[in-house]
């Protein structure tokens, strides 16, 4: 989520939430900029079929056949009058789909993303910043087909061998490609003309270790799974010297590393090096992190353990404190954990299953005892149990996912968490951003701690690959978790006075747990303002929930805007527009501290940051 929070007489800087779906990179503004000057170049010559009997605008046809004066415009070469249509097509396709009040993706591509659409790649003869035209036969459900029909891909027939650096090396063409990604190496070859983000994109990695180039353009993707049949085998490592556990612990004492292991750029730029310690008692074990920041709190928390394998992610700043251990004893699945936040100190205390003093806390796992970039890490996934779902509109569900026993994770407010499941084989990975499981208390389930449960509220497209199958799931059944991610700073609220939301559709999503965060929790607020947009008036989420919350608190207000309302509907009209936020976004003060968030399909939030 883009944040700000300035003194609004001076202009109040715009949020985009986090919502991936709402996400948008650099690249729009450019391509909007383009659209701009090409719709000037083409006002010198178009002119309107219909006054001039040229054949009507419908899809598939051409845009115009002639000039201003019936004349085919001779300064307009062949390419840039073709490059140009294709671009009128696909902006006026694009209005009259707004106008529909439909967002939801289209045949030949995703309307939410502009550089999706294949008539607008063509007419700018350009490729998205990740995904390229693929051939006829080359989807990702062709691509599963592939890996299910037996055929070797990786040209070793079934072996897996342990590949030294020179070898990696040697297989760097494109009919001959290995990449190495977290240690394992494989033959992407024959993904090549399937993936999304074209040849040249795999080639940049080719012969060599992909790791921090694949995190940087779509870490989250499920590349284990997609390439499981391209798998050639593990980079070959030196052997390590085993190690006495114990004596381990106590080099480290408990847990702080020495100085010297502290890598330069952390010890420069980031945060205090953490530490760990842990105690007993005859039938408890206490793990105690030291972070040495004051702005921890349970959401900074991830704990995941299950047999002998412990795991806890704290989260400081924008770096990752792992530790990670294979416990020497067995433990009870449910444990605690407390917070000091006026120390930074955390707490997790773990049950033993039998009441022994144990000698020493386990053996390292990988990564432990590692402070990491947030950027440079792998997402953890977690098996939650479908616990219920309920239809909220005709063609959106509120699901509850129960977390393991076992497991402590809270998502922080405006951070989104990926969604993991096995289709036809294939483990395919979606983002979605969990909401409250109501914005009022009566509506909620007292028998449901808010710490155990996750909801979801999510769209289904029926045509789609990932939520169809979502909808499928019966209770009881298990999706996969990752831990959040999301750079929504909750420190944004402090003392805000004003606070302005601009929603599209399931946009909304991010706003529920900030509507229910600010209401309750900023003492400072005097005002909440939310303009919900929508096609219909069915398709607007917890309308009922989000009246009876505006009539409880004086200080919300609600209103609904609709873009294909009946002829009955009295309220607003139209899309985000000028008009409509420029009395939308009064304030009373000029000086008031003021957040403004936006959320929704990116034409959406690109003309309300205009």
Known sequence: MRLAGERGGEGANLSMCSRPRGLYKARVSDLLELAKIARELAAAFRQSPRRHGDRKRRRGHRVWSRGVHGHRPHYAARGRRLRI??????LGGRRRQERRGDTEPRRGGDARWPWNDRSFRKAFAIQAPSQVPLKQGRSLMDWIRLTKSGKDLTGLKGRLIEVTEEELKKHNKKDDCWICIRGFVYNVSPYMEYHPGGEDELMRAAGS????????????VNYESMLKECLVGRMAIKPAVLKDYREEEKKVLNGMLPKSQVTDTLAKEGPSYPSYDWFQTNSLVTIAIYTKQKDINLDSIIVDHQDDSFRAETIIKDCLYLIHIGLSHEVQEDFSVRVVESVGKIEIVLKKKENTSWDFLGHPLENHNSLIPRKDTGLYYRKC??????NVTHDTRLFCLMLPPSTHLQVPIGQHVYLKLPITGTEIVKPYTPVSGSLLSEFKEPVLPNNKYIYFLIKIYHTGLFTPEL?????????????????FKISKFQELEDLFLLAAGTGFTPMVKILNYALTDIPSLRKVKLMFFNKTEDDIIWRSQLEKLAFKDKRLDVE????APISEWNGKQGHISPALLSEFLKINLDKSKV?????????FTEQGVR
């Open 595 to 603: 957040l403004v968030c936006i959320c929704g399909p990116v034409p």
């Open 209 to 220: 270790d992909g790791t921090e180039l694949f995190d940087q353009v779509h870490r989250w």
């Open 560 to 563: 609904f805007v609709l873009s």
């Open 385 to 390: 149990q479908l616990i219920s779902k309920e």
């Open 471 to 487: 909808d499928r799931l019966q209770i009881g059944d298990f999706v996969s978790v990752s831990s959040p991610e999301g750079n």
């Open 85 to 90: 249509r294709g671009l009128l097509e696909t």
